[in-house]
């Protein structure tokens, strides 16, 4: 059984940082693409980042610059840097697994960002 386990989230001032970590299990981590995605009261689930199984990152536009996503393989966690955050990055953050061998997809829980002053 898949799980996946996000961490990290919090309330932060505008400015300020927060590192969001997502811990997978049940999987061989280095067959999945693993994604950041953001959810906002009432909205839909979107999409924010991704880091492909030989690591090469894709971000949307409002994020480049300020977001860095990564993997550590051996750990089997996919991180979210988040720096200079802003109130509009205020939301829920999901954490996505995509095996590219079965074409399944996992998802964690959840963890809330909260930017305020």
């Known amino acids: 059984q898949v799980q996946l386990v996000e961490s990290g989230g919090g309330l932060v001032a505008p400015g300020g940082s927060l590192r969001l970590s997502c811990v997978a299990s049940?999987?061989?981590?280095?067959?999945?693409?693993m994604y950041w995605y953001r959810q906002y009261p009432g909205e839909r689930r979107d999409y924010v980042a991704l880091i492909s199984t030989d690591g090469v990152p894709n971000y949307i536009d409002p994020v480049k610059g300020r977001f860095t996503i990564s993997r550590d393989n051996a750990k089997s966690t996919v991180y979210l840097q988040m720096n200079n955050l802003r109130p509009d990055d205020t939301a829920v953050y999901y954490c996505k697994a995509w095996n590219t061998y079965s074409n399944a997809d996992y998802w964690g829980q959840g963890t809330q960002v909260t930017v305020s002053s």
């Open positions: 049940g999987t061989i981590f280095e067959r999945n693409i």
